[in-house]
């Protein structure tokens, strides 16, 4: 079992909608969780950044975390197609990130 | 804006010769610096992580001796690839730990560099 489980996609979905991407992990000691977005042939870029359980608001985004259930989402609202990238969930106990394999958003004008 | 640049963004290079990429944060020290590689349609995998003064930590797999790495400051590391093969092609990305805002400590991606091997 991977310590990072994220769905590759693709997820197409049309202008406006609320997009949901997750990552589900199984490594309790994970205490910071983080959101990159990539576009293709750029590096990452950090969107989000969670320390503990809760919810993190920051514009059109909103990050989920939920250690109980090994659990952490990434909203979307009013979705853009600028949005359409690979997102990236990352995760760690102290300094070395442990990332999913990114899921490729679509956002259809 | 960037926080951390990466040089040269891309590089095409013939079988044998040695490639060196840069990687520096822009508006604060990193305490730690990382270098990654991608495949495409991959995610990201860690090749090493260095302390600036200390020598480089490398993953399980990760040849020292090819992939030579050099933290000279809190504000540069570099990448050298040595003696460079088609396999090494690859879309290789550094990444810097610090403080940018006070009180979180998080890391930054550079651009990126994509090396082609002929």
């Known amino acids: 079992q991977k310590e990072v489980e994220q769905d590759p996609g693709p997820l197409s979905v049309p202008e406006g909608a609320i997009v949901s991407l997750n990552c589900t992990y199984s490594?309790?000691?994970?205490?910071?969780f983080m959101w990159y977005r990539q576009y293709s042939r750029k590096g990452p870029e950090l969107l989000m950044y969670?320390?503990?359980?809760g919810n993190k608001e920051d514009g059109r985004f909103t990050a989920q975390v939920d250690k109980s259930s090994k659990y952490i989402s990434l909203f979307i609202r009013d979705s853009q197609p600028s949005d359409s990238a690979t997102y990236l969930c990352a995760m760690s106990p102290n300094h070395k990130l442990i990332f999913g394999t990114g899921t490729l958003l679509a956002v259809q004008p | 804006g960037a926080v951390v640049s990466q040089h040269p963004s891309r590089v095409i290079c013939k079988s044998g010769t040695s490639v060196k990429i840069e990687c520096r944060s822009l508006d604060f020290q990193a305490t730690t610096m990382f270098w990654y590689r991608q495949f495409p349609k991959k995610s990201l995998m860690l090749m090493a992580t260095s302390n600036e003064g200390s020598k480089a930590t490398y993953e399980q797999g990760v040849e020292k001796d090819k992939f030579l790495i050099n933290h000279a400051s809190l504000t540069l590391s570099t990448l050298t690839v040595t003696s460079a093969h088609p396999e090494d092609s690859s879309f290789y990305i550094c990444s810097a730990r610090g403080e940018r805002t006070s009180g979180q400590e998080t890391q930054y991606f550079g651009p990126g560099t994509r090396l082609l091997v002929l």
């Open positions: 969670t320390y503990s359980s």
């Open positions: 490594n309790s000691a994970f205490q910071y």
